[in-house]
């Protein structure tokens, strides 16, 4: 494991409310990092700051000029975040939340 997702995972039990020392706890925020990583060869990302994420049929981007061979392919995550228009995953972590007042599991 390198440092930045170290980092990536304790932010991620910060955010989602859950205790990193525990094993269940790091253990869901090393799969949240798997899935966060994940590309899709779907999508592909140029060099441009915003709006960088490209469907696989669109081969070249008209602003930066950059061409789908040469560029790699989208995080899901991203994609996600750009088709719904909104961080499903603070959502999520919100109902995560309330949910683990009353809902974390004990004995692990
Ligand atoms: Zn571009």
Same mark, same amino acid.
């Given at each position: 494991m390198n440092t930045k997702q170290w980092f990536w995972m304790m932010e991620y039990c910060k955010k989602q409310c859950i205790?990193?020392?525990?094993s269940w706890a790091w253990e869901m925020a090393k799969q949240a990092y798997d899935k966060m990583i994940e590309t899709t060869e779907n999508y592909w990302d140029c +060099? =441009?700051?915003?709006?960088y994420i490209h469907p696989?049929?669109?081969? +070249? =981007?008209?602003?930066?000029?950059?061409v789908r061979e040469e560029q790699p392919d989208s995080m899901i995550s991203e994609v996600r975040v750009m088709i719904e228009g909104v961080d499903v995953s603070s959502e999520r972590i919100k109902a995560y939340c309330d949910l683990s007042k009353t809902n974390i599991p004990d004995g692990i």
């Open positions: 205790p990193p020392a525990q +060099e =441009c700051r915003h709006n696989a049929a669109v081969t +070249e =981007c008209v602003i930066c000029k950059a």
